[in-house]
T-cell receptor, first 113, second 114 residues
Framework: EPEVTQTPSHQVTQMGQEVILRCVPI?????FYWYRQILGQKVEFLVS????????KSEIFDDQFSVERPDGSNFTLKIRSTKLEDSAMYFC???????????FGPGTRLTVL | AQSVTQPDIHITVSEGASLELRCNYS??????LFWYVQSPGQGLQLLLK??????LVQGIKGFEAEFKRSQSSFNLRKPSVHWSDAAEYFC????????????FGRGTSLIVHP
């Protein structure tokens, strides 16, 4: 069964460093998403991406964040200069259409020291 | 703005017992409602969803949920819990401005005793 994969499973970085979180969505899906979950808190929507551009983003998704689909299979989230409060689990998801079920990856745990 | 409340942080049940996880939402119109499950080390998996129609929704793994507009609730139920059901359960609501993007509750951790 096709699934969304994410790498790495755990990323540790120093404050101020750039990180890139990688996702491989399901191959015939057209919509891609990033969510994050700070420990003990809710899963929060960050951004959705369709047709090579951002279709929706939340207040959390500020200028420090960017997303890219560099090739036909990967979908990345870049945090330009990490802060302590960026420490969280980051989930990637994909769906066939905007009103179809979203399939989530297992997440990348980001720890900013 | 839409919001979701899951009043129970932890629920403990014995294997074989029935289960009900509570979810209340705040949204002016008829919402899209979802329940997701997250097993340790796994991503979120959709259990079931409600868009319209029959207010009793059947999902995977023997789960069901009932949409009650008068109570703004969408509680998740299972008649007999299995040890493998131990996981984190998230209720979510979508539909603001036509957006499907779900707003999640804080989650309820289900512990199953043998």
């Amino acid at each position: 069964e096709p699934e969304v994969t994410q790498t790495p499973s755990h990323q540790v970085t120093q404050m101020g460093q750039e990180v890139i979180l990688r996702c491989v969505p399901i191959s015939n899906h057209l919509y891609f998403y990033w969510y994050r979950q700070i420990l003990g808190q809710k899963v929060e929507f960050l951004v959705s991406f369709y047709n090579n551009e951002i279709s929706e983003k939340s207040e959390i998704f500020d200028d420090q964040f960017s997303v890219e689909r560099p090739d036909g299979s990967n979908f990345t989230l870049k945090i330009r200069s990490t802060k302590l409060e960026d420490s969280a689990m980051y989930f990637c998801a994909s769906s066939r259409g905007s009103y179809n079920e979203q399939f989530f990856g297992p997440g990348t745990r980001l720890t900013v020291l | 703005a839409q919001s979701v409340t899951q009043p129970d942080i932890h629920i403990t049940v014995s294997e074989g017992a029935s289960l009900e996880l509570r979810c209340n939402y705040s949204y002016g119109a008829t919402p899209y409602l979802f329940w997701y499950v997250q097993s340790p080390g796994q991503g979120l998996q959709l259990l079931l969803k409600y868009f319209s129609g029959d207010t009793l929704v059947q999902g995977i793994k023997g789960f069901e949920a009932e949409f009650k507009r008068s109570q703004s609730s969408f509680n998740l139920r299972k008649p007999s819990v299995h040890w493998s059901d131990a996981a984190e359960y998230f209720c979510a609501v979508g539909g603001t401005g036509g957006s499907y993007i779900p707003t999640f509750g804080r989650g309820t951790s289900l512990i199953v005793h043998p």
